[in-house]
C-alpha cells in the first residue's frame, strides 16, 4: 500500500468516526483535495438523509450539517486560490476527472453534493457560459441570440471566439458561423422551447374541441405522437446522465433514480403527466359506444384526466424559466412557500374542525347521520375565511338558503310533520367572531410573516441559487437529443442504423495520444499542493 492510498483510507475512516481534526490532517496529504473536500461533503450529506430528525440524534445531525458546510467551504475556498494563482490551470482542474476518487470531475461532485458555491464561482461559470454559448461571444444577450436565429444576416455582424480563449475573436466562414450557431446548447434551448410551447398549443386545441365519436382527430393523434416523444427523450436522458443509474435501478431505488436525474420536482411532475395522459386516453378510447351517442360517459371523466395531465404539462414548462435570473429563482420560492403553507394548514385545520363542530352542534341540533354531517365541518369555515360569511344561516333563515335542504330533518309534533333546518343561537355569533379574528388577524399575519421570511431568505442568495440553476439547466440539454421532439426519435433511428454498419466501411476517428495528459496532471498536481500550503498558512 502506497503513502497516498493510505492517506485516502485514513481520510474517510476520521469521517466516518467523526475525527474531524484527524480528517484536516489527512486531507491535507491526499492527492487532489478539492475532489476530496467535495467528496467529504457529499459523503456526510448521503449520512445525513439516513439519520432519523428525532431528538436523541437532533445534536449528531446538527454536527453532520456543519461538517457538511465546513468541508463544502474548504473546497471553494481552496479552488479559489488555485484560480488566484493559475486561472488556465484551474479550468483545467474544474473539468477533469479525478483519478483518485471516483474518476468523477469535481463538477460533478459539486453537483451531486448540491455546492451551489462551488458551481457559482466564477471560473465554473465561465466553463458554463462557454458549453452555453458555444463559439459565440458571451457577452450576447439571448435577445440577439434569439433574432440571430429569425433572421440569419445578423449571423455576419456577430463575433466569434476561439473555445479555448475567449478573447481571441476569429472570422469564420459563412458555413462555420452557421455551424457555431446551430450546435450551441443556446440554440438547442430556443428549439426546446419553443416546440415544448407549440406542443401545449395543441393539446389545449384537442380538448376544447368537440371530440369526434368516431375516431380520434389529427390533433389528438399529433398529441400522442409528442407525449411518445417526451417520455422518449426522458428515458433517453435518464440512460445516458450516468451509468450508474443502471445500478440504483436494480436497487429498486426509484427515489433515488429520481433525485439524481432530476434534483427537483419536475421530474415527479413529469412522471404523474404522463400517468393521468395514458389514463385519459385509455378511458376515451377504451370503451365501445353507441355511434348516435351525443357525449357518452366515458368523455366526461376522460376529459377530467386529460385537464389534471394538460395542467402538469404546462407546469412542467416552467422548467425553462430558469434560464433567466429574475425567474428561475421564484420557482424554488414558490415551492418553498408550497411547503410553508403545507404546514401552516396544519394549524389551521385545528382550527377549522373545532369552530366546524361547535358551531354545527348549535345550529344543526336535529340532523340525521350523514356525509353532509361531515363535510359542513369544513365548507361553512373554509368559505367564511374568503369573505362569504353566511349570516342568513346564523340567524335562523330557512328561505332562499342553497343547502337548507341538506340540513332539513323531519319531525314529529302532536302527530303532525314539520320541517326545522337551523336554529339561531348567540353563543354561535362568539364563536364566529372568535374564528375571524384569530384566522384572520392572528394567522394570516403570521402566514404572511413566513412567507417574507422565505422570500428574504431566498432572495438573499438568488445570484447563486440561478447560477446553480442554470448549470443543472445546460447539463440537462448537454445530454438531450439535439433536434427536439417531436422528432428526436427519428435522429436516434438514423445513428442507431448508421452503427449497423460494419466497421471497416466507416472512417475510423483519428485519436490523440495521452501521454500529453501527464504534464498537465503534474502540473494540477503540483497547483494544488502549493494552494494548499498557502491555505494551511492562512488558516493558522
Same mark, same amino acid.
Given at each position: ?13 476520521? =469521517? !466516518?468516526?467523526?475525527?474531524?481534526? =484527524? ?27 439516513? &439519520? ?28 479559489? #486560490? ?56 458571451? *457577452? ?53 422551447? &419553443? ?11 384537442? =380538448? +376544447? ?28 436522458? +435518464? ?15 426509484? *427515489? ?23 389514463? %385519459? ?14 357525449? /357518452? ?7 377530467? !384526466? ?5 395542467? #402538469?404539462? $404546462? ?12 425567474? %428561475? ?14 404546514? $401552516?394548514?396544519?394549524?389551521? =385545520? ?28 369544513? @365548507? ?6 374568503? %369573505?362569504?360569511? $353566511? ?10 338558503? /342553497? ?25 354561535? @355569533? ?8 384569530? *384566522? ?17 431568505? &431566498? ?5 447563486? !441559487?440561478?447560477?446553480?440553476?442554470? @448549470?443543472? !439547466?445546460?447539463?440537462? $440539454? ?43 496532471? %503534474? ?18
Amino acid at each position: 500500500m502506497t503513502t497516498t492510498e493510505a492517506c485516502k483510507i485514513l481520510f474517510i475512516w476520521a =469521517l !466516518l468516526t467523526e475525527h474531524w481534526k =484527524l480528517a484536516e490532517v489527512f486531507w491535507s496529504f491526499c492527492p487532489d483535495p478539492v475532489s476530496a473536500a467535495l467528496l467529504a461533503g457529499r459523503l456526510l450529506q448521503s449520512i445525513l438523509r439516513h &439519520i432519523p430528525t428525532c431528538t436523541l440524534k437532533w445534536k449528531l445531525r446538527q454536527t453532520l450539517k456543519d461538517q457538511e458546510r465546513l468541508w463544502h467551504k474548504r473546497a471553494v475556498d481552496l479552488f479559489s #486560490l488555485c484560480h488566484k494563482q493559475e486561472p488556465q490551470l484551474a479550468r483545467t482542474l474544474v473539468c477533469r476527472s479525478s483519478q483518485h476518487w471516483t474518476r468523477k470531475e469535481p463538477l460533478k461532485l459539486a453537483v451531486e453534493s448540491t455546492n451551489m458555491k462551488f458551481i457559482s464561482h466564477d471560473c465554473v461559470q465561465y466553463h458554463a457560459t462557454r458549453q452555453w454559448m458555444g463559439k459565440m461571444k458571451a *457577452t450576447y444577450s439571448r435577445l440577439k441570440v434569439a433574432l440571430a436565429m429569425c433572421t440569419w444576416p445578423l449571423l455576419f455582424g456577430m463575433k466569434f471566439v476561439d473555445i479555448d480563449d475567449d478573447n481571441n475573436c476569429v472570422k469564420p466562414s459563412v458555413w462555420k458561423r452557421f455551424s457555431a450557431l446551430t450546435t450551441s446548447i443556446l440554440f438547442q434551448f430556443w428549439l426546446y422551447f &419553443i416546440s415544448y410551447f407549440v406542443f401545449v398549443g395543441v393539446f389545449s386545441y384537442s =380538448l +376544447l374541441v368537440r371530440w369526434n365519436i368516431k375516431g380520434a382527430s389529427g390533433a389528438d393523434w399529433l398529441t400522442v405522437i409528442w407525449v411518445g416523444s417526451l417520455l422518449y427523450e426522458d428515458l433517453y436522458q +435518464l440512460s445516458v446522465v450516468e451509468s450508474k443509474w443502471l445500478l440504483r435501478l436494480q436497487r429498486r431505488s426509484w *427515489t433515488a433514480v429520481g433525485h439524481f436525474y432530476w434534483p427537483d420536482t419536475f421530474f415527479w411532475i413529469k412522471c404523474f403527466a404522463f400517468l393521468f395522459y395514458i389514463m %385519459g386516453v385509455v378511458v376515451r378510447f377504451g370503451h365501445s359506444h353507441d355511434d348516435n351517442q351525443i357525449y /357518452p360517459s366515458n368523455f366526461q371523466w376522460a376529459r377530467r !384526466l386529460l385537464s389534471v395531465a394538460f395542467c #402538469l404539462y $404546462f407546469i412542467r414548462g416552467m422548467e425553462f424559466f430558469m434560464m433567466f435570473p429574475n425567474l %428561475g429563482p421564484k420557482l424554488t420560492m414558490i415551492y418553498k412557500m408550497i411547503v410553508d403553507v403545507a404546514i $401552516f394548514n396544519a394549524i389551521l =385545520l385545528v382550527c377549522v374542525v373545532i369552530y366546524g363542530v361547535a358551531v354545527q352542534v348549535l345550529l344543526l341540533p336535529l340532523q340525521d347521520s350523514s356525509w353532509h354531517m361531515l363535510s359542513n365541518v369544513f @365548507y361553512i369555515p373554509y368559505w367564511q375565511l374568503h %369573505g362569504e360569511l $353566511f349570516l342568513d344561516y346564523f340567524e335562523g333563515h330557512n328561505e332562499g338558503m /342553497p343547502f337548507c335542504d341538506r340540513y332539513t330533518a323531519s319531525v314529529g309534533v302532536n302527530g303532525t310533520e314539520i320541517e326545522i333546518c337551523v336554529r339561531s343561537d348567540p353563543l354561535a @355569533y362568539l364563536f364566529l367572531a372568535t374564528y375571524l379574528f384569530f *384566522t384572520i388577524i392572528l394567522m394570516l399575519n403570521l402566514l404572511i410573516a413566513i412567507l417574507h421570511h422565505t422570500f428574504e431568505k &431566498i432572495e438573499a442568495e438568488a445570484d447563486t !441559487l440561478w447560477k446553480y440553476q442554470m @448549470y443543472i !439547466l445546460i447539463s440537462t $440539454f448537454e445530454n438531450a437529443s439535439r433536434p427536439p421532439t417531436p422528432i428526436n426519435w427519428l435522429v436516434h433511428l438514423i445513428i442507431a442504423c448508421w452503427k449497423l454498419i460494419p466497421q471497416a466501411k466507416r472512417r475510423k476517428p483519428t485519436t490523440n495520444s495521452s501521454e500529453k495528459d501527464l504534464p498537465v496532471d %503534474g502540473q494540477l498536481e503540483r497547483l494544488q499542493e502549493l494552494c494548499m500550503a498557502t491555505y494551511l498558512s492562512r488558516s493558522e
